[in-house]
Nanobody, 115 residues
Framework: QVHLVESGGGLVQAGGSLRLSCTAA????????MGWSRQAPGKERDVVAI???????KYADFVKGRFTISRDNAKNTVSLQMNSLKPEDTAVYSC?????????WGRGTQVTVSS
C-alpha cells in the first residue's frame, strides 16, 4: 500500500475543464488497479474511472466521453482529465489503489462546477 495525495481540484464554470492528479509516495508499477471515485454531499460514493496495470480503462456511464484517466508508473501518478464539466460533477474526488482486499484511499480534492 502507498500513501496517495490528490491535487488539482477547484472551482470551474460549466463546460470547463480540470485535471486532477494523484501522486503516490512509492512505486505504483506493481499495483493492479488504480482509480478515481467521487462523493457529492448527501450521496453515496461512486466509482468514476479505473485504470489497470496494463493500462486498460473503464468509466462510469455518467463520465464516458468527457473524462480520461491515465497512469504514469515512472512518475507514480494517476491523472483524471475532466472536460465538459457539469454542475452535477460537483463532488469530492478521491484517488485509490487496489491489489487485493481493501483499497488505499487519498484524502480527496474538492471539485465545484458552477452553472
Amino acid at each position: 500500500q502507498v500513501h496517495l495525495v490528490e491535487s488539482g481540484g477547484g472551482l470551474v464554470q460549466a463546460g470547463g475543464s480540470l485535471r486532477l492528479s494523484c501522486t503516490a509516495a512509492g512505486s505504483i508499477a506493481s499495483i493492479n488497479n488504480m482509480g478515481w471515485s467521487r462523493q457529492a454531499p448527501g450521496k453515496e460514493r461512486d466509482v468514476v474511472a479505473i485504470i489497470t496495470r496494463n493500462l486498460n480503462t473503464k468509466y462510469a456511464d455518467f463520465v464516458k466521453g468527457r473524462f480520461t484517466i491515465s497512469r504514469d508508473n515512472a512518475k507514480n501518478t494517476v491523472s483524471l482529465q475532466m472536460n465538459s464539466l457539469k454542475p452535477e460533477d460537483t463532488a469530492v474526488y478521491s484517488c485509490w489503489s487496489s491489489n487485493a482486499g481493501e483499497p488505499t484511499w487519498g484524502r480527496g480534492t474538492q471539485v465545484t462546477v458552477s452553472s
